[in-house]
């Protein structure tokens, strides 16, 4: 069973960085399509970037573009988020994903299987 487990949320001044972690387990990701998505109470799950074909491409939605990374480690088998230049806007719940088809970077979250259980991300202005 594949499990992913994310962390590095936390409370930080706009402007400032965190790095979101998602370890998986249960299938080794080289060759799946990983994601990052954000969701705001009563809003729907935003797409944010994603990563795939074993760290070659990688997709951002045009709101992060320049301010965010993705990045995905196979020996450790863990996808991070580098978020820098944060703005009181990106305040969420941050969520990682696991697509295992892995063939195209996809922005809809019914494309992805497998959910992390969130961190929770806060930007104070």
């Known amino acids: 069973q594949v499990q992913l487990v994310e962390s590095g949320g936390g409370l930080v001044q706009a402007g400032g960085s965190l790095r979101l972690s998602c370890v998986v387990s249960?299938?080794?990701?080289?060759?799946?399509?990983m994601a990052w998505f954000r969701q705001a109470p009563g809003k729907e799950r935003e797409f944010v970037a994603a990563?795939?074909?074993?760290?070659?491409?990688?997709s951002y939605v045009d709101s992060v573009k320049g301010r965010f990374t993705i990045s995905m480690n196979n020996i450790k088998n863990t996808v991070y988020l580098q978020m820098n230049s944060l703005k009181s806007e990106d305040t969420t719940v941050y969520y990682c994903?696991?697509?295992?088809?892995?063939?195209?970077?996809?922005?809809?979250?019914?494309?992805?299987?497998?959910w992390g259980q969130g961190t929770q991300v806060t930007v104070s202005s």
């Open positions: 994903a696991a697509d295992p088809t892995g063939i195209w970077l996809r922005r809809s979250p019914g494309a992805y299987d497998y």
């Open positions: 249960g299938r080794t990701i080289s060759r799946y399509a």
């Open positions: 990563i795939g074909y074993g760290g070659t491409y990688t």
